[in-house]
Structure formats: structure tokens, C-alpha cells
């Protein structure tokens, strides 16, 4: 089994500060991984796909990079804001059925 | 377009009893994979249906069967319910053939819980 880790497990701020959640992962036979940002009652959403060595990925205030050799991602929010409040879920691709190996989460809080 | 829906919302069952969850893809989409989320944990791979055929299949048992039909939706199907098997099921839908950069847009989810 390929595990995928997230730290912190939950995390709260106010509104405006900067803060980054972590993802790691086995490097070895890397594909892809993904972000998904996922609101209470809601749908998961697709933030991010990144499949390179460097790759950096923007959304807004969102951003990510991504190290493959040594097995981790970092997701950014820049002036986080209530509506921000949400669990961010990193997954790893696995081979070519696309199935998602998740982690367990980062869940965080905006306090306005 | 419409996007992933699942139904029911909620559902409660009891231990030894069947149940059926619903999953309708987003339009244009031919694969459907479902996930299950227990407590604390981040979602499992169940399996996966591209045009009505099994495509990959996580660690879970055969009592966990699935069927994907024509217009593409998909049903999941638990025979012997037990009590782990309490858990939030999600569905997610690709346009295609997924590979492991294709993005998963994924349902609301259905709340199962066996007691």
C-alpha cells in the first residue's frame, strides 16, 4: 500500500493569514496528484492536477508546487478568507485505471 | 452541464440488509468510480466502470458489486451490510478512459449507516 500523508491534520486561523498544509507521498513510481478542496454538505472540487518535477499550479489566492524526488506538495493560501474554510484532500494517481490514493485531509478554519 | 449527482443523500440499514446507491455522471462522461470515506480517513478506491465494463477494483469484497449502464449512470450495490460498512459513499465521473492525470469530478456523496 502507497500511503499518502497530510499535515496538519486541522488547522485554524484569522481571516487574512498566509498558511500552507503539506502532502507527502513514495516517490517511487510517481504519476500525478491532485487537490481537492471540499466543502461541508458540498461536492469535492478539483483544484489542482500536477504531474512534473517543479510543477507550480495558481488559483486565485490558491497555489501549489510539487517535489517528486523527495515526495511531497505544498498547498498555499494567501490571505485566507472565511469562505476558504473547507478540507483540503491531496491524492496520488495510481497506474492507469486512475485510481486516487488519498490522504486523510487538512481541515481548516477561517475565523473571521 | 449538469454535474455528478448521487442519490439517496442519507440512507439507514441494518446489519444483513442490501442496499442500492445511485450515481449519475456528468454529461459526456463514460467512466464512474466509486470511493468510500469511514470516519477520520480519506476516501477508498471501491472500483471503477468505463462503458459498462469493471475497470479496477480496490481492496474491498465481492459483496461490494457495481453495474454502469448505457447512458452512463451507475449504481453501487452492498449485499451482508456490516457495521463498518457505515460510511460516506462518493462517486466521481471522467470524461474518459481515466489515467492517473485525468481530473475525477466527484458527487455530493451518499451518508450510509448500518446499525
Known sequence: ?112 | ETGVTQSPTHLIKTRGQQVTLRCSSQSGHNTVSWYQQALGQGPQFIFQYYREEENGRGNFPPRFSGLQFPNYSSELNVNALELDDSALYLCASSLRLVVESDTQYFGPGTRLTVL
Open chain 1, 1 to 112: 500500500i502507497l500511503n499518502v500523508e497530510q499535515s496538519p491534520q486541522s488547522l485554524h486561523v484569522q481571516e487574512g493569514d498566509s498558511t500552507n498544509f503539506t502532502c507527502s507521498f513514495p516517490s517511487s513510481n510517481f504519476y500525478a496528484l491532485h487537490w481537492y478542496r471540499w466543502e461541508t454538505a458540498k461536492s469535492p472540487e478539483a483544484l489542482f492536477v500536477m504531474t512534473l518535477n517543479g510543477d507550480e499550479k495558481k488559483k486565485g489566492r490558491i497555489s501549489a508546487t510539487l517535489n517528486t524526488k523527495e515526495g511531497y506538495s505544498y498547498l498555499y493560501i494567501k490571505g485566507s478568507q472565511p469562505e476558504d474554510s473547507a478540507t483540503y484532500l491531496c491524492a496520488r494517481g495510481s497506474g492507469n485505471t486512475g485510481k486516487l490514493i488519498f490522504g486523510q485531509g487538512t481541515t481548516l478554519q477561517v475565523k473571521p
